[in-house]
Every structure is written in structure tokens, then in C-alpha cells.
């Protein structure tokens, strides 16, 4: 998260307990203070309220801010859990000069004005996020604080009391210290380490339980939403576990945003490919190289794309010429996205081709409904890779 100006000035806190967390918001409540607040970690970490006459609209920042978005978004609001790549299209349809300042509460916004969230929704899943940072800002204890009065968000979904949020998350600070895990962070991800000694402490069924959810690519917050307990009871139930060093907890970096990154400049490279960008939107690292070597080598540009989530406006802003699509991936699939896709002008006449492993009539059909241009099964064969484009391509000039 970015702020438009730099900082007028830092003032360290050290021991950034509740009752000094209290005095602090009081005093920024008095002077009726509107504007952004930052805190920023020893180690460069740094969290984002928003407040507006000393009342708190929004908290975000740190390092699992996309995480703790997400988590919310499958608490509290489950309409939009259920087709995530809308997201693409309701960014899309914010103002790019606002998305700049926390594209998080801006589509909260967008979701109640367009109906798609209640304020009440909202207002939960903006407590709980500010609960959430509160929390990670009081293990840290340690903070400076920056102030800037030109940076307010406009549209006020819900102004909070800091004194109640920060009574709700010293209880959890409470009761996660008498747990005896107040050196252990709910952002940890837990990973087993050592198989074969937890397999002989446990049932089969517990460790194939854990064996599945202990990847290594899940917080203990991700997995209390994911579980539908609470992250206290989580992290006490694989404490035993912890202790005996056969699971053992490890930083993770955040998901990506779902809106692209502002555009950098081109370092031009020799053998560049001059040819029409093609876009590949696959979550399989290994498919994208593949068709990667095939069309680079055939002198096209070439775009990957891994996270389903982003795919609308990471190609919205590259605007291909031709899409490659996956089937079956996390948190969308491509009928959805091709769907989405054509409800745009730009691309209601772009070729779609769908990739699949499975080449049933239904798929080909279903594919054909939604507006793809055609079917591709995998694994790809180069020649027919480079004919598809090229007879589509050529349909698109004679058009």
C-alpha cells in the first residue's frame, strides 16, 4: 500500500500496549483528526489506518494484507467468495486515481453502492480487519507513526471507536498469551517437518488430516477460516506438535493484489519478438513456459499469467491480440472468466481458445456458450498451437 507524499515527520512509540494504544487514538479524536495514519515496524513493516474526525474507517498493511483481505472476503461476504473473477470487472470499473489509495476499501464501497454487500457485511468484515491489524501491531509492541492530513478516503462505510477495538483485540492478545504462544505468530504457516515421527504419534486418519492441510501455503489464520474454527484453537491443537519440532511454523509471502501493477518501463533486449501478444492465462507454471517457448520462437509476444484473480485486468491493460485459456483453476475457472471477458468491448471479438485436459463434448459445448472461439487439449502440440493463431488472427485482419 502507497501513500501519495512522503511523511512530514516520524515519532517512535516504544511499548505500544493497549492503554497507550488507547491515549494515542484519544488524542487524535480530540483535534477530530481525518486523514491516514501510519505505523511502521523496526523492521520496515508497515500498517494503514484511515480515520476521519478521530473515528477509524479502515485499517490495512502489513505483510499478509491480500491474505487478510481474502479471508474476509469468505467470512463475510460469501456472494463474492463465489465468483471471485468479478472482482476483475468491478475494479475495472473504479477510478484508477482511487484504486491508487486502498483498492481494499474501495471495492467495499463499490460492492454496497452496486448492491452486492450490505453495510452490515461491510461493517463486519471492516471490524474484524481492524481487529486483525491491531492484533499483529501489538505483537510487534515497537512502532513509529507517521500522520497525513491530505490523504482521507471520501466515502465513510462505517466509523469505528478505536477504545472498543482495541478492548476486543487485547482480550484475544489476553487469551492468546495464557495459551502460552505469544512467540508465535497467527501468520505463520505451519509445514511438517518431520513425517514419519508425527505419523507415529497420531492416528491415520489425523495425519492424512494434517498431511493435507499443513503445505506450508496456509497461515493459521488462512486455516481457522478454512477449518471454521477460530485461529486461537488452531494454533493450540498443533502446539504439541510445534514443541516437539515435527511441525514447525514458517513465513510465507502475501498473495498478489488483484489489481495489476502500474506499468514500468521496457528495457529494450536484442531478438525481441515483434509478432502480436498472445496471453496465456494458466495457474500451471509449466503450461505457460511451454507455449512460452512455442510462440516466442515463432516471433510473438507473450504473456503468462498464473493467478486467475488478476487475469481481467492484467489483460486489459495489455490488451493481446489472442487468449489461451485454462479450465479448471483455483478460485475461477475459464468459463467464468471467458464469460466475464465478453462482457467487455474490448475484447467481445478477441479469439479465446480454451485449454483443457479433458476433452469431452460437454466442456465443448458449455465453452462454445460462454463465447470461446475454440478448444485446445492438453498436453498442446506446437503445430497446431501455431495454426490456431494464426487461422484466427488471419479471420480477425479479413474481418
Not at 77 to 88: C, K, M, R
Not at 101 to 128: G, P
Not at 289 to 297: D, G, H, M, N, P
Request: hydrophobic residues 40%; neutral net charge.
Amino acid at each position: 500500500m502507497t501513500a501519495p507524499n512522503p511523511p512530514s515527520h516520524s515519532v517512535p512509540i516504544q511499548e505500544f500496549t493497549a492503554s497507550r494504544q488507547t491515549s494515542f487514538f484519544e488524542g487524535l479524536k480530540q483535534p477530530r483528526f481525518s486523514g491516514q495514519l501510519i505505523l511502521t515496524s523496526p523492521t520496515g513493516e508497515r500498517w494503514f489506518f484511515y480515520l476521519y474526525l478521530g473515528r477509524i474507517m479502515y485499517a490495512t498493511g502489513g505483510h499478509h494484507a491480500v491474505r487478510r483481505w481474502r479471508r474476509q472476503i469468505a467470512l463475510y461476504l460469501p456472494q463474492i467468495a463465489a465468483n471471485l473473477s468479478s472482482v476483475q470487472i468491478d475494479l475495472a470499473s473504479i477510478d484508477p486515481q482511487d484504486l491508487q489509495l486502498c483498492w481494499e476499501y474501495q471495492l467495499l464501497c463499490h460492492w454496497v453502492e452496486h448492491q452486492k454487500a450490505t453495510r452490515e457485511q461491510a461493517a463486519r468484515f471492516i471490524r474484524t480487519t481492524i481487529v486483525e491489524v491491531l492484533f499483529d501491531i501489538t505483537q510487534i509492541m515497537e512502532v513509529s507513526c507517521d500522520l497525513r492530513q491530505d490523504t482521507i478516503l471520501a466515502t465513510r462505510l462505517v466509523l469505528i471507536d478505536a477504545d472498543q477495538i482495541i478492548n476486543e483485540t487485547q482480550q484475544l492478545w489476553h487469551n492468546w498469551q495464557a495459551a502460552k504462544i505469544a512467540d508465535r505468530s497467527p501468520n505463520g504457516a505451519p509445514v511438517i517437518r518431520q513425517a514419519e515421527q508425527l505419523q507415529e504419534r497420531t492416528s491415520p486418519q489425523v495425519y492424512q488430516t494434517l498431511k493435507q492441510l499443513l503445505d506450508g501455503n496456509q497461515t493459521l489464520r488462512d486455516l481457522s477460516v478454512r477449518m471454521k474454527r477460530d485461529v486461537l484453537s488452531v494454533t493450540t491443537s498443533l502446539l504439541p506438535y510445534l514443541q516437539l519440532g515435527l511441525v514447525e511454523l514458517i513465513k510465507i509471502p502475501d498473495l498478489p493484489p488483484p489489481i495489476a501493477p502500474p506499468p514500468t518501463g521496457i528495457v529494450a533486449q536484442p531478438n525481441v519478438p515483434t509478432g502480436p501478444l498472445i496471453a496465456c492465462v494458466d495457474d500451471s507454471p509449466l503450461m505457460c513456459q511451454t507455449l512460452e517457448k512455442i510462440l516466442v520462437s515463432a516471433n510473438y509476444q507473450f504473456v503468462a499469467i498464473n493467478d486467475p484473480l488478476r487475469a481481467i485486468a492484467i489483460l486489459l491493460a495489455r490488451k493481446p491480440a489472442l487468449i489461451f485459456l485454462d479450465l479448471v483453476m483455483p478460485n475461477a475457472n475459464g468459463y467464468e472468466i471467458c464469460g466475464q471477458l465478453r462482457k467487455l468491448s474490448l475484447f467481445r471479438q478477441t479469439p479465446i481458445v480454451i485449454l483443457t485436459g479433458n476433452d469431452g463434448i460437454v466442456d465443448r459445448v458449455r465453452a462454445k456458450m460462454v463465447g470461446s472461439t475454440d478448444f485446445l487439449s492438453k498436453p498442446v502440440n506446437p503445430d497446431t498451437v501455431l495454426t490456431t493463431i494464426r487461422k484466427y488472427l488471419k479471420e480477425q485482419e479479413l474481418a
